[in-house]
C-alpha cells in the first residue's frame, strides 16, 4: 500500500507572497502529475513530471521532481488571488490503481 | 464540445432509493474512471474501466456497480442509498492509465 501525503493541508496568504506545496510517498513514482480544482468543477492537469530530478515551470508555478522519485515540490511565487484553490499530486505507480490523489493543499490568496 | 459530461449535476434523494449517474466522454479515450470526493475535498478513487479490465477499490460498497455500454459511457449505479453517500462524485477519462485525466464537472449527491 503506498502512503501519500501532501503538506501544508490549508495555507492562506497574501497576495504576492511565495509559497511550496509538497507531495511525499513512501514509495517510488513513475511519474507525477499535478492538478489544481477550483470551486465547483473538476481538477485540470497543470503538469506531468517523469524524470527524477526534473524541474518545468509554468509561468509563476515551478514544479519539480525528487531525484529519487518519491517526492515533488510546486513553489509558487507572487501569488494572486487567481492560484486560489485545491492543489493535488497524483503520483503513478506501476501496480493496482496507477494514479491516486493525494488529500490536496488548499490555498486562498487574499488580495 | 465539453469532453467529459456527466448528468445529472445535482441529485437529491432519500436514503434507501437507487440512482444513477451518467458519464459520457467524446475524446476517445480508452479509460475511464469514478471518483468520490468528501466534504473535505479527499479525491477517492472508486473504480477503474477500459475495455479489457474494470479495478475496483476494494474499499467501494458494492452496493456501488460501473456499467459501461460503450466505450465512450461509464455510469454509476448506486444501489439503497446511505446517508454517507452523499458527496461529490466525478468521472474522468484518460488516453490510458497514467496519462493526464480530463474531469467532468461533477455530480452533487445528497442523501436525506
Known amino acids: 500500500t503506498q502512503l501519500l501525503e501532501q503538506s501544508p493541508q490549508f495555507l492562506s496568504i497574501q497576495e504576492g507572497e511565495n509559497l511550496t506545496v509538497y507531495c511525499n510517498s513512501s514509495s517510488v513514482f513513475s511519474s507525477l502529475q499535478w492538478y489544481r480544482q477550483e470551486p465547483g468543477e473538476g481538477p485540470v492537469l497543470l503538469v506531468t513530471?517523469?524524470?527524477?530530478?526534473e524541474v518545468k515551470k509554468l509561468k509563476r508555478l515551478t514544479f519539480q521532481f525528487g531525484d529519487a522519485r518519491k517526492d515533488s515540490s510546486l513553489h509558487i511565487t507572487a501569488a494572486q488571488p487567481g492560484d486560489t484553490g485545491l492543489y493535488l499530486c497524483?503520483?503513478?505507480?506501476?501496480?493496482?490503481?496507477?494514479?491516486?490523489f493525494g488529500a490536496g493543499t488548499r490555498l486562498f490568496v487574499k488580495a | 464540445d465539453t469532453a467529459v459530461s456527466q448528468t445529472p449535476k445535482y441529485l437529491v434523494t432519500q436514503m434507501g432509493n437507487d440512482k444513477s449517474i451518467k458519464c459520457e466522454q467524446n475524446?476517445?479515450?480508452?479509460?475511464m474512471y469514478w471518483y468520490k470526493q468528501d466534504s473535505k475535498k479527499f479525491l477517492k478513487i472508486m473504480f477503474s474501466y477500459n475495455n479489457k479490465e474494470l479495478i475496483i477499490n476494494e474499499t467501494v460498497p458494492n452496493r456501488f456497480s460501473p456499467k459501461s455500454p460503450d466505450k465512450a459511457h461509464l455510469n454509476l449505479h448506486i444501489n439503497s442509498l446511505e446517508l454517507g453517500d452523499s458527496a461529490v462524485y466525478f468521472c474522468?477519462?484518460?488516453?490510458?492509465?497514467?496519462?493526464?485525466?480530463?474531469f467532468g464537472p461533477g455530480t452533487r449527491l445528497t442523501v436525506l
Open positions: 513530471v517523469v524524470t527524477g530530478g
Open positions: 474522468a477519462s484518460s488516453q490510458v492509465e497514467g496519462n493526464e485525466q480530463f
Open positions: 475524446l476517445g479515450h480508452d479509460t
Open positions: 497524483a503520483p503513478h505507480y506501476t501496480g493496482g490503481f496507477k494514479t491516486i
